[in-house]
């Protein structure tokens, strides 16, 4: 009979879509299993080929644990506002609206064409009402909290997009969605205050089974810094006071200072400037708020300008010349930087291009050469008064004693991490549920007037306003406080802020009157297992691990970190290497894929690929070579009877033991190679022993479902198999009767041999001496010793000639 792999993945599908058999019980009963794939964001473009790698592994690992006996939440839904939506509808002069439903349908049925074992009763859509009430209603308790907060503040703004980045969408200085580059603006803005829990986010890291360099990557974005903060006090040439507080982490150079240098934006610039300096310092001004802060950090020449003012040495008394540089920025630290070159790569060559001359106060330590340029080690203190002849670690403590002590100077710690910025002059996202009154200021929406919805009566072209500050319906609004004429807030918030808590509606998606059911999230969170890219470190991760610790600290959650376990999808690449993309041409359609070899060949191609993290190209022959695996399981079940075979017995239970280990290994590739090589064996029997054949089709079930179902059924069962309990690898079966033995004489191989598995050590050594092969070797040589690896090996050495 012919593999029709059209006909009969369209009768499981169908089959699947009426009866629902994967919807999760309202409650877990037992051990639960929330396993979760980061939700698509649906593109016009549809479905590639990269998703399902991630999709296919969770539906594996959720197949398993049901028929392990689990209760299982596996749900889809759709990211569905963003940017990319919006700008299409302009293009093609609709209401991103109908853009958006018609990209949902399509990615709906690319997926289900696929047949993952999703719970569609639980679907979720954040640009539904229903949905984004809730992301309203998320922003009100922040905003309750004192965690939302609007404010002036230099943004990243994409002159393309017409809208604000936060710093993680800027790549390279450019917008990450359209790669233009990003320029720097003032305005008023909405930022959620995650600064206030860098210490939790940090610390929760430890308590999480997440890959280590995801850890680091938010680590080093968290960024915490412990040092000193440092106060430079000087006197205008008008004779006005002053003092620059500067951070630094390396208080033990504190004497190698030659410089202490500024932001351009600092308020202290305006004031401090000597007259004859102001217009070349103005000019500086102007022209670093036009640079994006990537390139003032990231350019190798520093470029800075002298104030025409000094400031003193807090410990020595010394002047120290006080200058603006475009490599500092305002918002990190203090906004003020002492420049010691000695010391600092980046100083030394800002100095360079100054005419600053190093002074080292850290010397290396004795036998330690050191060449050009800073000397970044440890070592031991030389110019540095007091401290000379200390090592610099002692010496950091001690000048941190000394300022306290002439109130110069405290211990401080510093984040890298900013407040996250929220606002979007953009139409298409969830809109802010702020009214603004001019006699009330800032006033929340009452939650029962929420949602505010979406109007439709908008111009959705981008002019660097959001195109909701020209409805006139959605500005028609009272004031809550004081029943006054009012407008709204017109911008809508960052996509974010709808994925930071989409995984807690899953457990209880119609709720009209909450966000979740309290107590369903208690049952099922947090998610046990989590998949989807590394490029969500510092994004998606990072923001899903702050709302979920707010949402602890109100009391509306009993957790506070969102998953338990993530696992990161590698890359599928184009067959030439290259990421797959339109302008390359190497973009393979997954419609193409299913129709021309079916969903379970893709399914088993893209685990076969090679190790689930790592990135691989597609390759056209290997997924012909799944293919042919399939059809050779699927011709296998014309030649199944009940005779036994006691290897073909072994050889599954070896399979299933290594399938099972594998699947919780995430080594899917490793777990089909085993089933192929089972397949090859049962191809070489006279027939199938049908207790191993149906052994193999559970074992297929969770990585080929339309396959496994109608073999399953073809023989004579009525209930699915993939409602049956996952087998049990016998273990007196997967201990070998026979090993493999290689012999080596002098370090060379010379034979290989089968002996009984519990061969004691003096029997396998007269085995081995007794080999016609070793014989000719050895013969008339004297045997200076024999190794045995138990198991592996048996070594030979021989007595050297005299």
């Known amino acids: 009979m012919r593999y029709d792999h059209a006909t009969l993945e369209k009768k499981w599908q169908e089959r699947w879509r009426a009866e629902a058999p994967f919807a999760a019980p309202d409650r877990p009963t037992g051990k639960k299993a929330y396993v979760l794939d980061m939700f698509p964001y649906p593109s016009g473009q549809g479905l590639h080929v990269g998703h399902p790698k991630g999709y296919t592994a969770t539906d594996v690992v959720a197949r398993k644990r049901r028929a392990e006996g689990w209760s299982v939440l596996h749900p889809m839904g759709w990211d569905a506002f963003g940017l990319p939506t919006e700008n299409y509808a302009i293009k093609v002069q609709k209401n991103p609206k109908e853009i958006a439903a018609a990209n949902i349908d399509n990615f709906r049925r690319q997926i289900q064409s696929l047949g993952f074992s999703y719970d569609w009763t639980r679907e979720v859509n954040?640009?539904?009402?229903?949905?984004?009430?809730?992301?309203?209603?998320?922003?009100?308790?922040?905003?309750?909290r004192g965690l939302a907060y609007k404010a002036k503040a230099p943004v990243n703004w994409c002159p393309k997009d017409q809208t604000v980045l936060a710093n993680e969408q800027v790549v390279n200085g450019c917008c990450e969605r359209c790669g233009t580059p990003v320029e720097q603006k003032e305005l008023s803005q909405w930022f959620f205050r995650i600064t206030a829990y860098a210490d939790r986010l940090l610390a929760g890291l430890e308590g999480i089974?997440?890959?280590?360099?995801?850890?680091?990557?938010?680590?080093?974005?968290?960024?915490?810094?412990?040092?000193?903060?440092?106060?430079?006090?000087?006197?205008?040439?008008s004779g006005e006071e002053f003092s620059v507080p500067v951070f630094t982490t390396r208080p033990d150079t504190l004497y190698g200072v030659v410089a202490v240098v500024l932001a351009p934006e600092h308020p202290l610039v305006a004031t401090v400037t000597a007259p004859a300096f102001r217009d070349r310092v103005e000019a500086f001004v102007t022209e670093a708020a036009a640079k994006a802060e990537r390139e003032r950090t990231e350019s190798v020449q520093k470029r800075g300008t002298a104030l025409g003012v000094s400031v003193r040495h807090p410990l020595t008394g010394a002047?120290?010349?006080?200058?603006?540089?475009?490599?500092?920025?305002?918002?990190?630290?203090?906004?003020?930087?002492?420049?010691?070159?000695?010391?600092?790569?980046?100083?030394?060559?800002?100095?360079?291009?100054?005419?600053?001359?190093?002074?080292?106060?850290?010397?290396?330590?004795?036998?330690?050469?050191?060449?050009?340029?800073?000397?970044?080690?440890?070592?031991?203190?030389?110019?540095?008064?007091?401290?000379?002849?200390?090592?610099?670690?002692?010496a950091a403590t001690d000048i941190v004693d000394a300022l306290v002590a002439v109130k110069a100077g405290t211990r401080a710690v510093h984040w890298h991490l900013r407040d996250w910025l929220v606002s979007r002059q953009r139409y298409w996202g969830a809109p802010i549920p702020i009214i603004l009154c001019d006699d009330c200021g800032e006033v929340p929406v009452p939650e029962k007037d929420l949602p505010v919805e979406l109007p439709d009566d908008v111009d959705f072209r981008p002019t660097g306003e959001s195109p909701l500050a020209r409805s006139a319906s959605f500005h028609d609004v009272s004031c809550p406080r004081c029943g006054n004429p009012a407008r709204r807030e017109s911008?809508?918030?960052?996509?974010?802020?709808?994925?930071?808590?989409?995984?807690?509606?899953?457990?209880?998606?119609?709720?009209?009157?909450?966000?979740?059911?309290?107590?369903?999230?208690?049952?099922?969170?947090?998610?046990?297992?989590?998949?989807?890219?590394?490029?969500?470190?510092?994004?998606?991760?990072?923001?899903?691990?702050?709302?979920?610790?707010?949402?602890?600290?109100?009391g509306a959650l009993p957790f506070d970190e969102p998953a338990r376990t993530l696992r990161n999808v590698g890359l599928i690449l184009g067959e030439d290497g290259e990421k797959m993309s339109k302008s390359r041409g190497n973009v393979v359609n997954p419609d193409d894929v299913v129709a021309a070899h079916g969903a379970d060949t893709?399914?088993?191609?893209?685990?076969?690929?090679?190790?689930?993290?790592?990135?691989?190209?597609?390759?056209?022959?290997?997924?012909?070579?799944?293919?042919?695996?399939?059809?050779?399981?699927?011709?296998?079940?014309?030649?199944?009877?009940?005779?036994?075979?006691?290897?073909?017995?072994?050889?599954?239970?070896?399979?299933?033991?290594?399938?099972?280990?594998?699947?919780?290994?995430?080594?899917?590739?490793?777990a089909v190679s085993a089933l192929m090589i089972l397949v090859n064996?049962?191809?070489?029997?006279?027939?199938?022993?049908?207790q191993d054949w149906e052994t193999f089709l559970q074992m297929l079930s969770p990585f080929a479902p339309h396959l496994a179902e109608e073999l399953w059924e073809r023989l004579g069962y009525d209930e699915s198999v993939a409602r049956q309990n996952w087998p049990t690898a016998d273990a007196a079966l997967l201990v070998e009767d026979e090993m493999k033995i290689v012999v080596q004489v002098d370090g060379k191989m010379r034979d290989a041999l089968i002996v009984p598995a519990g061969i004691d050590e003096e029997s396998l050594k007269g085995r081995v001496l007794a080999s016609e092969k070793v014989q000719t070797w050895i013969r008339g040589r004297h045997i200076e010793k024999i190794v045995v690896v138990p198991g592996k090996l048996v070594s030979i050495v021989l007595q050297k000639a005299a």
Request: charged letters at 20%; aromatic letters at 14%.
């Open 319 to 394: 002047n120290i010349p006080l200058w603006i540089a475009d490599y500092v920025l305002p918002q990190y630290g203090t906004g003020a930087v002492m420049v010691v070159p000695a010391h600092d790569d980046r100083d030394w060559a800002f100095a360079e291009a100054y005419g600053f001359d190093p002074l080292f106060v850290i010397a290396p330590p004795a036998g330690i050469q050191h060449g050009e340029g800073a000397y970044t080690g440890e070592g031991i203190m030389v110019n540095s008064g007091p401290y000379d002849g200390i090592v610099n670690a002692q």
């Open 126 to 144: 954040t640009s539904d009402p229903s949905y984004y009430k809730w992301t309203q209603w998320l922003f009100l308790k922040l905003y309750e």
């Open 209 to 237: 089974e997440w890959p280590e360099r995801i850890k680091a990557m938010q680590r080093n974005w968290i960024g915490k810094s412990t040092g000193a903060e440092i106060a430079f006090a000087g006197v205008t040439e």
């Open 491 to 554: 911008d809508t918030m960052d996509t974010f802020v709808d994925s930071s808590w989409y995984f807690l509606r899953y457990c209880s998606p119609t709720e009209d009157d909450r966000p979740f059911d309290p107590a369903l999230v208690a049952a099922w969170c947090p998610v046990d297992l989590y998949v989807g890219g590394a490029e969500h470190a510092v994004l998606h991760l990072l923001y899903a691990r702050f709302v979920t610790k707010v949402l602890f600290d109100v």
């Open 681 to 690: 064996a049962f191809g070489k029997a006279e027939s199938v022993p049908q």
């Open 602 to 670: 893709f399914r088993i191609y893209e685990m076969f690929m090679g190790p689930f993290e790592d990135a691989a190209p597609w390759n056209e022959q290997g997924i012909v070579g799944v293919r042919r695996f399939l059809e050779r399981a699927h011709g296998l079940a014309e030649n199944v009877g009940q005779a036994s075979d006691a290897a073909l017995h072994r050889l599954t239970h070896q399979t299933l033991a290594k399938v099972s280990a594998d699947i919780e290994g995430f080594r899917f590739n490793t």
